[in-house]
């Protein structure tokens, strides 16, 4: 399995609060991508990274921002959650830009 | 966006059948992927094709890339229980930007009655 863990695993919180995830890789690839799942809508790219403090928005980045300050950590920020964020969160690493992408074990995150 | 279908959303089928789904795309993919997701973890990676035409097996899944780039299919023989869980196709590109790198068809739902 590629070393990608995710914290925290399940988190519930109120809306209008902060909610920070954390993916952390030990693979040094260079690509990170944070995605969000839902019933049916399948995976999609919230926010990608392409290397320390290179980030790029991807499909639904609105309501979320994301800091790559070390090789290692991808952070994924809600300023203010709603409950529309309520979703399973993973994150995702690869070597190159068009490699396979390895996946996270995920977060349930709750907005109540 | 990109969009992929793929179908069936969800399959019923008794142990020791065959299975098979199909992802189909309006665009052109020079990536197919094939994901096994099981309940509360991550999608694993299955196979992947890189060439109009491949076909490529990894035990007993076999998948191929479409001559037009515009579809894949993945077969599973002689479903086991363990096989149970949610196969996403995904078609990538070499656009240069991450943002349109990889698109994630909706999954198909497999379940296996004994």
């Known amino acids: 399995d590629a070393g990608i863990t995710q914290s925290p695993r399940h988190k519930v919180t109120e809306t209008g609060t902060p909610v920070t995830l954390r993916c952390h890789q030990t693979?040094?690839?260079?690509?990170m991508y944070w995605y969000r799942q839902d019933p049916g809508h399948g995976l999609r790219l919230i926010h990608y990274s392409y290397g320390v403090k290179d980030t790029d928005k991807g499909e639904v980045s609105d309501g979320y921002s994301v800091s790559r300050s070390k090789t290692e950590d991808f952070l994924l920020t809600l300023e203010s959650a709603t409950s529309s964020q309520t979703s399973v969160y993973f994150c995702?690493?690869?070597?190159?830009?068009?490699?396979?992408?390895?996946f996270g074990p995920g977060t349930r995150l709750t907005v109540l | 966006g990109q969009q992929l279908n793929q179908s069936p959303q969800s399959m019923f089928i008794q142990e020791g059948e065959d299975v098979s789904m199909n992802c189909t795309s309006s665009?052109?993919?020079?990536?197919w992927l094939w994901y096994k997701q099981d309940p509360g973890e991550g999608p694993v990676l299955l196979i992947a094709l890189y060439k109009a035409g491949e076909l490529t097996s990894n035990g007993r899944l076999t998948a191929q890339f479409g001559i037009t780039r515009k579809d894949s299919f993945l077969n599973i023989s002689a479903s086991i229980p363990s096989d149970v869980g949610i196969y996403f196709c995904a078609g990538q590109t070499d656009s240069g930007g991450g943002a349109d790198g990889l698109t994630f068809g909706k999954g198909t739902h497999l379940i296996i009655q004994p």
């Open positions: 995702a690493i690869s070597q190159r830009e068009t490699d396979t992408q390895y």
């Open positions: 665009s052109i993919f020079n990536t």
């Open positions: 693979e040094n690839h260079r690509y």
